[in-house]
Structure formats: structure tokens, C-alpha cells
Nanobody, 118 residues
Framework: VQLQASGGGLVQAGGYLRLSCAAS????????VGWFRQAPGKEREFVAD????????YYANFVKGRFTISRDNAKNTVYLQMNSLKPEDTAVYYC????????????WGQGTLVTVSS
């Protein structure tokens, strides 16, 4: 599976963006998909994930109530709706897939930059 993340950009604090992670291949629905982010000078951190069917989601505490992850398996795409953005959300956002745990993701996308101005 190859992943292509898109949708990043520059937005003011309080604004919103929707990221997309488009996958190639016929096995996309056999993977859980997660979003991670890496801010300048910081380690990559988990943001949210969604299971294969889309029926279960999990969020990092710092995005709960602001971000929503969803997927459309017919379109081989996972979305991350980001609302009420804060300057501290500024980072490169990556999507990844796994059939096991996030300790060993199977695939990574190339990342999309989100910049939130104050």
C-alpha cells in the first residue's frame, strides 16, 4: 500500500483544515490507519487512528473534541478533520497503516505541513 497525504496549509488559530490520506492497492481495508505529527525539534507523536471498518477510533488527549478521523474504504481514503486549530498544532502530519500495533507500522505517507498562525 502506498499512501499520499494532502490537505495541509496555513490557517489562523481557531480555523480548520481537512487532511486526506489516499491509498493505492486493493488491501487498504485490511489496515488500521493512523495520523501522526512531528513539530520542529520534536519527536513524532500519535494523533488519532481508526480501525479497518471505521467503527472504532482513538485520539490523543490533546486533540479530543477538536479532531475527527474517518475513512471511506470505497475511496481508499482516510480523513482528519481538524477544527479549532491552535499554534501548537503546527507540524508535519503523516498517515500510516498497520495490521498490528503502531510500534511497527507497515506503511508511511510522505507528510503534509500544517501551519497555524496566532
Amino acid at each position: 500500500v502506498q499512501l499520499q497525504a494532502s490537505g495541509g496549509g496555513l490557517v489562523q488559530a481557531g480555523g480548520y483544515l481537512r487532511l486526506s490520506c489516499a491509498a493505492s492497492g486493493r488491501t487498504f481495508n485490511t489496515y488500521a490507519v493512523g495520523w501522526f505529527r512531528q513539530a520542529p525539534g520534536k519527536e513524532r507523536e500519535f494523533v488519532a487512528d481508526i480501525n479497518r471498518s471505521g467503527g472504532s477510533t482513538y485520539y490523543a488527549n490533546f486533540v479530543k473534541g477538536r479532531f475527527t478521523i474517518s475513512r471511506d474504504n470505497a475511496k481508499n481514503t482516510v480523513y482528519l478533520q481538524m477544527n479549532s486549530l491552535k499554534p501548537e498544532d503546527t507540524a508535519v502530519y503523516y498517515c500510516a497503516t498497520t495490521r498490528g500495533s503502531w510500534n511497527s507500522p507497515d506503511n508511511w505517507g510522505q507528510g503534509t505541513l500544517v501551519t497555524v498562525s496566532s
